[in-house]
């Protein structure tokens, strides 16, 4: 039997071991705030166009609505995603997905794994693929999908998504029931630190603002700025008149679909969008990412030859 | 002769789609065969969560040749029409025969299409069936352009027969097909070799395969009930369930687990909801107190520890689910019990149609609705009103929210805790009902008062924004709504006048929008009746009680003659707004007999006999016109009904050539002064006690009765048409012949309209 990880960042040190092992960059967090680690620029955006990319990262997500005060056993407002994206998917995606379980003490002589069907679709990116949750003894540990569409393109070739919940995981793997008591770091460490000293406080912080607190006068404001914004950038001519190159600038209006959708989140936190006008905003952040996808597609990255 | 064995596998293929998938590869590969000239004893098809299989047994190893010959133009007939010949016989010039015709010379064309190997048929015949696979969702993967359900990996294609197994050679995008797969995902991961059907499904079997998804269901039933039973329990039956475990494991293991305790307070349908949806997981019941217990889990895997670790983990995965459901319910029994406001509230935000408002907007509407409905079905109005306001409260709670489908249990159990009485409880339960054709339909008054308000609203606001139901598109199931609404009036054997209380809401829609328009001044002096009167003599057809309905609901209640100066531009208005009104319920209504047409024809009641009924008056009462057209299908089932019918129709094509002819109607009676001894005095008999019968048991609405009665007639004018000649010489004696004809006529259709029945 594979020897167990004794931490929540030992399984993460695992996952990066394994998929650098395995070929991928090794990727660090979008400096953003983001609803999942799918809208990383490394995955949105990379799975456009026809240039091979390999790549995983970790990436703290934030889902306001799930904040519970540090209270519930699972549910959490800030949490972590491991994230890979294999382009064009291998044809042994499954066999490596297994491999990385396995390196993180999950033995499929012992546990009961199984590939349940699960149709990925984000309105918000304009995105869907076909794929499933990936069940280990009754509990769901990832989402593993193929890209079919994103920002409304087709992904030719197609990429392979790999997500795992890293606390969730974490906590079967260690046997903790509660996320708030499961071992951040080594717990014969000097300083041994529970995912609680780390971060009860800030759920509790965070879980107050975003439902009671938040200034929504304010985040409407911001919205409508992300929103413009983007458009704006969008709407600059290709050609720099500075540099005299053609520089599109895909990543910088993204970054703007990025915060309008994060906004959008804590909006809906606030309970002050009404169902609705739900559709509407989800229309208005996927009419964004569409123009950003339109445009990275445009770039040398996108597979644009000029 | 010989077999084939197909094995497409794959990632993991949904478990919901599989069953089809094998039926569907089945047809499209033995269909392409039996076309393409192939014969074969049987087939079967059979799938596991990576693959479809399918097995044919005794297929002709070639097709047969055939040879055609075709005639074509005469030698020297114009060049265009030799060349097209050539075209439609896809043969060249100098391949065509000259042969002696009666005609003289003519061009002849032998076609020989050779026969071919069934290897070459198959390997056409399976690239097409996988490349237009009818999967209700496919994709592509990697850098190819295929499309499968998920990934596929490899193609067994094999034909086996005494000398041996050969592989069918084929390649689709790169796959080619050979004879090896693999075993179980976990257990028996290696490739293995298959010769033949038998040898395929005994490896797969020690591969830990079961290839017959019926074999796994049977297993995983048995061993479940059997490890239920010795613990003293059962196991709670789910086809459903059954069926779509069978389809995520390909070697099942049953594994039997506890539910803690402290979760035995949830109701039982909260338990056994989250554990199925979420979980997969059968709910298992002590018979004694009828409580969940255990829970059964379905491994696709044989462990060392006997399943211990995986059951473990299972039982962890449900104490945190219904951790959450008992937070739920827990929140939701507080805002229950003081009365469920919140929910209510909160329904004005919820948004029912963009065109058609809020949910809280729609139960005001039905709320009146179902005020109009109670006296029909015998409820209290004020109770009735009562369970429409709360019958939607539970879509606010958050159990409903996590759970879609337990929506309206719960409001059963959140009215019962608020207080509310066991009929207002019910109802917001059973006021969804029936979802189906074979969904019980409710009988309490209240909840069918609610039900039909409910079903009635839906059906008029989405006609009234012309939001119908189209070929196979019906996104908000008004067909379904529509079928409801006539289970429950058939079924609870009720009298509604369907034509008014679809109007009533119709009318809401198609006036609310004129409101501002014809909302009447308060200080006007017109009394509606006036207003009625003079509306009338413009549109004569103007019913008084949709007018008192407009009038009532205050859209129409005053007239506002400053405004508008004279009566003419209100009338116009008013007129108008009741044309469209009109238009609508009765488009409204053919969609409802179109319904009742579908729902006779399953109980073998034919759609001419219905069209006859609902062409007579009162067809809006649902349960009048199924009573008549049963009694006419009962009627039409006998001999003397069926010649009757012809009798009539007799009686009918030469009264109305006749009254083309001479322009003129026969309507005048028929004096028996005129008529011959024999079958016409007979007939004047026949008639005269016929319709002593029919016209009050036709009042009495006993159909029955009036039909037997009409079908009596039969003999009488059989007997007249045999030997009578209607068109008499003596135009008195014709005429008189006619009127009679047309007392059969009118006897006939006052009963149906006959002329509707075919044959």
Redesign the interface.
């Known amino acids: 039997m594979t020897d167990k990880p004794r931490s929540f960042q030992e399984i993460i040190l695992r996952l990066q071991n394994y998929w650098a092992a395995k070929g991928c960059a090794i990727l660090q967090p979008y400096d953003m705030e983001v609803g999942a680690g799918t809208f990383h620029p490394a995955t949105t955006l990379r799975a456009l166009g026809d240039k091979p990319w390999a790549a995983a990262y970790v990436q703290p997500s934030r889902r306001p609505t799930d904040g519970r005060y540090g209270e519930n056993?699972?549910r959490l407002q800030h949490y972590y995603q491991y994230q890979v994206i294999i382009k064009?998917?291998?044809?042994d995606l499954?066999e490596l997905y297994l491999g990385s379980l396995k390196a993180i003490g999950i033995d499929?002589?012992?546990?009961?794994?199984?590939?349940?069907?699960d149709?990925w679709e984000s309105p918000t990116l304009g995105a869907w693929?076909?794929?499933?949750e990936v069940w280990?003894?009754?509990?769901e540990v990832s989402q593993f999908t193929?890209f079919?569409q994103v920002g409304g393109h087709d992904c030719?070739?197609?990429s392979?998504e790999l997500t795992y919940g890293l606390e969730r995981l974490a906590m079967?793997v260690l046997e903790c029931?509660h996320v708030m008591d499961m071992p951040f770091n080594d717990p014969d460490a000097p300083i041994a630190l529970k995912y609680g000293d780390v971060f009860l406080q800030t759920e509790q912080e965070y879980a107050r603002w975003n439902f009671d607190v938040a200034d929504t006068d304010v985040l409407l404001q911001h919205f409508k700025d992300a929103e413009a914004e983007c458009q704006r950038i969008l709407d600059m001519p290709s050609d720099d008149p500075k540099t005299g190159r053609r520089i599109i600038m895909a990543h910088p209006a993204y970054d703007q679909c990025i915060k309008a959708s994060h906004v959008f989140n804590l909006l809906d936190a606030r309970g002050v969008i009404?169902?609705?006008e739900r559709q509407a905003y989800i229309g208005r952040v996927r009419a964004l990412a569409k123009a950003c996808a339109d445009a990275f597609v445009q770039t040398p990255a996108g597979g644009f030859a000029a | 002769m010989s077999d084939l064995l197909i094995e497409l596998f794959s990632e993991e293929i949904p478990a919901r789609m599989q069953g089809k998938a094998a039926a569907d590869l089945q047809k499209l590969v033995t269909d392409g065969l039996v076309e393409a000239g192939l014969t074969y004893k049987s087939a079967a098809a059979f799938s596991t969560p990576r693959r479809l299989a399918l097995s044919v047994e005794d297929l002709t190893s070639e097709s047969k040749a055939v040879r055609e010959e075709r005639k074509g133009p005469k030698v020297g007939a114009p060049e265009q029409a030799i060349e097209g010949f050539l075209r439609g016989a896809g043969v060249a010039r100098d391949a065509l025969e000259i042969r002696d015709d009666k005609k003289g010379q003519t061009y002849f064309a032998v076609i020989e299409k050779p026969g071919r190997l069934a290897a070459d048929i198959i390997a056409e015949v399976l690239e097409n069936a996988i490349r237009n696979f009818p999967w209700p969702k496919s994709m592509r993967w990697g850098t190819g352009s295929l499309k499968w359900v998920r990934p596929l990996h490899s193609i067994i294609c094999i034909l086996t027969d005494e000398a041996g197994t050969e592989v069918v050679p084929m390649d689709v995008d790169g796959i080619k097909a050979g004879k090896q797969t693999r075993g179980h995902r976990f257990l028996s991961p290696d490739v293995i070799s298959v010769n033949s059907f038998e040898d395929y499904e005994a490896k797969l079997k020690r591969a830990h395969v079961m290839l017959r998804a019926d074999e796994r269901a049977e297993m995983i039933w048995n061993d479940a009930t059997n490890q239920a039973f010795a613990l003293g329990l059962e196991v709670v039956e789910d086809q459903g369930l059954l069926g779509e475990v069978a389809g995520l494991v390909e070697w099942p293991v049953v594994l039997i687990g506890q539910v803690d305790p402290a979760f035995y307070g949830l109701p039982a349908e909260v338990l056994k909801t989250s554990m199925k949806e979420h979980q997969k997981f059968f709910s298992v019941r002590n018979p004694k107190s009828g409580q969940i217990e255990r829970f059964v889990t379905v491994a696709n895997t044989v462990t060392a520890d006997h399943g211990a670790t995986i059951l473990k983990g299972n039982q962890k995965v449900l104490f945190a689910r219904l951790s959450d459901a008992k937070f739920f319910w827990e929140n939701d029994l507080r805002v229950a019990k003081a009365g469920m406001d919140p929910w209510l509230d909160s329904l004005s935000n919820v948004t029912f149609h963009n065109k058609l408002g809020s949910q809280k907007e729609r139960i005001d509407r039905i709320i009146a609705l179902a005020r109009e409905i109670a006296p029909i079905v015998g409820a209290d109005a004020d109770e009735v009103a009562e369970a429409a306001r709360v019958a939607k409260a539970d879509l606010s709670s958050e159990m409903v929210y996590e759970f879609a489908e337990l929506q309206g249990l719960m409001g059963r159990y959140y009215a019962k805790e608020a207080g509310l009485s066991d009929a207002v409880a019910a109802a917001a339960q059973e006021h969804y009902s029936p979802l189906g054709p074979s969904d019980d339909v409710p009988t309490a008054p209240v909840s069918v008062a609610v039900a039909l308000a409910d079903k009635i609203d839906t059906l008029t606001g989405f006609w009234a924004i012309d939001e119908k139901p189209t070929g196979s598109k019906d996104p908000f199931a008004l067909r379904r709504a529509a079928l409801g609404v006539i289970r429950l009036v058939l079924e609870n054997d009720l009298t509604i006048d369907l034509r008014k209380h679809l109007s009533f809401p119709l009318g809401h829609w198609l006036h609310s929008n004129q409101a501002p328009i014809i909302v009447a001044a308060k200080t006007d002096e017109i009394a509606l009746t006036e207003i009625y009167e003079f509306i009338s003599e413009k549109v004569p057809p103007v019913d008084p009680d949709a007018f008192n309905r407009v009038a009532a609901n205050n859209w129409v209640s005053r007239l506002e003659v400053t405004k508008y100066g004279d009566m003419s531009a209100f009338v116009g208005i008013a007129e108008q707004l009741l044309i469209e009104e009109d238009m609508v319920v009765a488009d409204l209504l053919a969609f409802f007999h179109d319904r009742l047409k579908n729902y006779l024809k399953d109980q073998g009641i034919r759609h001419d006999i219905i069209d006859a009924c609902i062409a007579m008056d009162g067809s809006d009462d649902l349960t009048l016109l199924v009573k008549r057209a049963r009694a006419l299908s009962d009627t039409l089932n006998t001999d003397d009904g069926v010649n009757l019918i012809q009798g009539f129709k007799r009686a009918n094509n030469i009264l109305t050539q006749a009254e083309e002819k001479d322009g003129v109607e026969y309507s005048y009676g028929a004096e028996l002064q005129h008529a011959e001894a024999g079958a016409e005095t007979a007939l004047f008999e026949a008639l005269d006690k016929a319709e002593a019968v029919i016209t009050p048991a036709m009042a009495a609405e006993d159909f029955s009765v009036a039909m037997t009665a009409m079908a009596g007639l039969r003999g009488p004018i059989d007997a007249f048409f045999t030997d009578v000649q209607v068109n008499a010489e003596q135009q008195v004696v014709r005429r008189n012949r006619l009127n009679l004809l047309s007392r059969i006529r009118k006897i006939c259709l006052s009963v149906a309209d006959l002329t509707r029945i075919e044959g």
């Open positions: 056993p699972n064009p998917s291998p044809p499954q499929a002589s012992v546990h009961d794994i199984r590939f349940v069907e149709d693929g076909l794929g499933w280990c003894d009754g509990m193929y079919q030719r070739p197609v392979g079967y029931d009404s169902v609705t």
